[in-house]
């Protein structure tokens, strides 16, 4: 639209953004705070940061949560992929609509849902909770943002490149390595790195599935938190912080070079849960 | 392709739909019509709709979520209509994305942290001469932090149906006579009312689920579905229970997706 923003509108932008950035700066001062409470700012130190760099268990938990993070996100970008590739060659209309509609499951179950029908599952299976359920989890809700952020660029993709691949005797599995891939690539990477801050955000599937001994960082923070205030959680969400700014950073400058290629998705729309 | 090729894609994706997808749900639904001691029951059903504590829980939680749709729908609307018409529109939209890229259960925390008996919130009310309130595990600061959550899951698809109006009709509508108020109400929202209504869609869903903040914000006195459905799991082991409160969720999840899911339809038209 053209019109120019008028000043009550600039000024109530202002406003909410204050509102939406004053709780994480909030958060994320009190990590540097000397005191122990979330109240009353007691000079800057760094001593936080220091408990939570000794914490061996924290690290361990955080090297689970990168660990895990990074396998689901891996196999879920291949699964998505293949499922991208098999729901853009569906032969009839109705295959395909089926296949995405049941592909949108998962993104719009509420989260509870999704991790009690998981335990149910994997209860069912008589599979232990811990490491390999919490994995398998993550890569079952990860795999339909892949689709979804893969199958546009497929879709998009002229079908004469393949044609005229097949007509110079390209086998399939050439016209896949050398002509398919390479043009869906930003999707795929796009979809990568949405599972991975997929896997890092989710609380409440792992919640479910995660059992007695595995814990990631969100489980570790609910149950810090349901017990008070404590700076070290605080000093855990500053470095989160920086490592979601590298992971924000990474993605845009992925998806702008895909927009320099001529790929017309709007950034924002990407984002949509 | 070679339908062995084909083959080669669909099974991996296939097998995951019907096992993570098809298998998860049908085992709800399946549980549901079991007891605590694994028999056959109905039970489940009847003490749902007959105990007034599982009504009233489906109706307080559904008004929880359709308050927190409310707000975040009255606090987007105005904000992503200012953006849209700002310079550098983009960078402003990265900047409401960023904070849903912190983790929801650190900006809970921050909460417990502003809401507190002497957090800032409590300082500023002092300041201005109000008597400290206790804010946190109430219901209000319950709708407060989980507006504060979705808010930018909603300015998001109402921005993206206004960044798709063409600027023409709002030119035509202008030309036509239409003052700022009316081009607002009778072209503007309108258009966006599909934007408006995969907002609800996004936000609304899961606020009928969010047992994490209920738990950290609202005490244990804000008792939504979703907080029923993580008791009866993890604590009472009452899986039976459990999914027949969450074979509601879906229900009303299905719902709500009928209520707002008009994009077929105008596709077709």
């Known amino acids: 639209m053209e019109d120019k923003a008028s000043r009550t509108g600039k000024i109530y932008i202002t406003i909410v953004f204050l509102l939406l950035y004053i709780p994480i700066v909030y958060l994320i001062l009190y990590s540097f705070s000397k005191g122990t409470t979330m109240t009353n700012f007691q000079g800057f130190s760094l001593k936080h940061y220091g408990e939570l760099f000794a914490d061996k268990r924290m690290l361990a938990i955080f090297l689970n949560t990168i660990l895990i993070a990074l396998l689901s996100s891996v196999c879920s970008t291949i699964i998505g992929t293949m499922g991208a590739l098999a729901v853009h060659n569906a032969k009839r209309r109705h295959e395909r609509e089926t296949l995405l509609s049941l592909n949108s499951i998962l993104l719009v179950s509420p989260d509870v849902i999704i991790g009690a029908s998981f335990l149910i599952f994997f209860t069912a299976l008589k599979l232990p909770l811990g490491f390999w359920s919490v994995l398998l989890s993550h890569i079952a809700f990860e795999i339909p943002i892949v689709l979804l952020l893969v199958l546009p660029r497929l879709d998009e993709m002229s079908p004469s490149m393949t044609n005229a691949a097949m007509d110079l005797g390209a086998s399939p599995s050439q016209i896949l390595s050398k002509i398919v891939l390479p043009y869906i690539q930003p999707g795929i990477i796009a979809g990568f790195f949405m599972a991975i801050t997929y896997s890092l955000d989710d609380f409440a599937v792992t919640f479910f599935v995660t059992g007695n001994g595995f814990t990631t960082l969100s489980v570790e923070i609910y149950s810090r938190a349901r017990q008070g205030i404590s700076l070290e959680i605080n000093a855990l969400a500053g470095i989160m912080f920086i490592f979601s700014l590298i992971l924000v950073g990474v993605y845009y400058l992925i998806e702008t070079h895909n927009t320099g290629n001529g790929a017309k998705k709007s950034i924002v729309e990407v984002t949509d849960r | ?269």
């Open chain 2, 1 to 269: 392709m070679k339908k062995n090729f084909r083959g080669l894609f669909f099974t991996p994706y296939v097998l995951w739909l019907a096992m993570f997808v098809i298998a998860p749900v049908a085992l709800i639904f399946y549980y549901s019509f079991f007891d605590i001691h694994h028999n056959f029951t109905l039970a489940n059903y009847q003490e749902f709709f007959t105990s007034g504590t599982y009504l009233t829980m489906t109706a307080n939680s559904v008004l929880y979520a359709f308050l927190i749709t409310l707000f975040a729908i009255l606090i987007s609307y105005p904000m992503a209509l200012v953006i849209s018409k700002l310079k550098h529109r983009d960078l402003w939209i990265l900047l409401v994305i960023l904070p849903t890229w912190i983790n929801l259960l650190l900006k809970a925390y921050a909460f417990i942290g502003l809401l507190s008996h002497d957090g800032l919130v409590n300082e500023l009310f002092q300041f201005f001469g109000l008597p400290i309130q206790h804010m946190l595990f109430t219901d209000a600061s319950f709708i407060l932090v989980a507006a504060y959550i979705q808010i930018p899951f909603m300015i998001l698809p109402i921005y993206n149906s206004l960044t798709d109006i063409s600027n023409s009709y709002i030119r035509a509508s202008r030309d036509l006579g239409a003052t700022k108020w009316q081009t607002l109400t009778k072209v503007i929202i309108p258009m966006t009312l599909p934007g408006i209504k995969s907002g609800i869609q996004i936000v609304f869903i899961p606020s009928l689920s969010l047992f994490m903040l209920s738990r950290l914000i609202g005490g244990n006195k804000v008792i939504t579905l979703g907080t029923a459905v993580e008791e009866h799991f993890l604590t009472t082991m009452n899986w039976g229970m459990g999914s027949t409160i969450g074979v509601v969720l879906i229900i009303s999840m299905v719902i709500v997706m009928l209520l707002t899911n008009t994009k077929r339809k105008r596709r077709r038209a």
